[in-house]
């Protein structure tokens, strides 16, 4: 779909679930997120950028706990994103449900494997999205998509409710235009 650069497999509206009764004072607040197709959210197929794998697994139960402290610091989910087919690229490319257009240089590839999270936040889809990164899924779309995208050390958000790819390599990284809202997202 033009509309939204390729960018979401679905777009929904996942509301926030503050842990407080002053949500104007969560660092989150009023804030709309995305997230790769390899993150559980609770209802949705995790798909994991192969409808192969899509038709074979059920609805996740629960939503990983990285999507829950985001959204109970006040922000908004819109939906999943596209990405490399099983993580299995960097150029950010899908045969199966198409390339999510490079907002800053539409005749190139936006990166991957988190490539419709990188342009979710590149087009203003999004005020912010999560990804992984194993071997640079975050770094290379931030890049190419001229956003921020930050790589934690492995091990320092929780990977409970993410596809694994390569376990020992594995981190949940995210994607924002700026670097003050990075650094809210990361201290979340």
Not at 71 to 90: F, H, K, N, P, Q
Request: hydrophobic share 35%; with cysteine.
């Amino acid at each position: 779909m033009e509309s939204d650069y390729g960018a979401f497999m679905e777009k929904f509206t996942l509301q926030s679930q503050p842990s407080t009764s002053s949500p104007d004072k969560l660092p989150l607040n009023g804030l709309t997120f995305a997230v790769k197709d390899i993150f559980d959210v609770e209802g949705h197929v995790t798909g994991f950028g192969n409808p192969d794998w899509a038709r074979t697994h059920p609805p996740a139960k629960s939503t990983a706990p990285v999507v829950l402290n985001l959204l109970r610091a006040g922000a908004t989910c819109v939906g999943i994103t596209v990405m490399d087919e099983m993580a299995y690229s960097i150029n950010g490319e899908n045969v199966h449900y198409g390339t999510p257009r490079n907002p800053c240089a539409p005749d190139r590839v936006p990166g991957g494997s988190s490539s419709g999270s990188a342009v979710a936040v590149g087009a203003n889809l999004a005020d912010f999205s999560l990804g992984t990164d194993t071997g640079g899924s975050v770094r290379v779309p931030a890049a190419y998509c001229s956003i921020y995208g930050i790589r934690p050390s492995h091990g320092v958000i929780s990977v409970d409710g993410v596809i694994p790819m390569a376990q020992s390599f594995d981190t949940v990284g995210w994607f924002a235009r700026d670097p003050t809202l990075l650094k809210c997202i990361g201290n979340v």
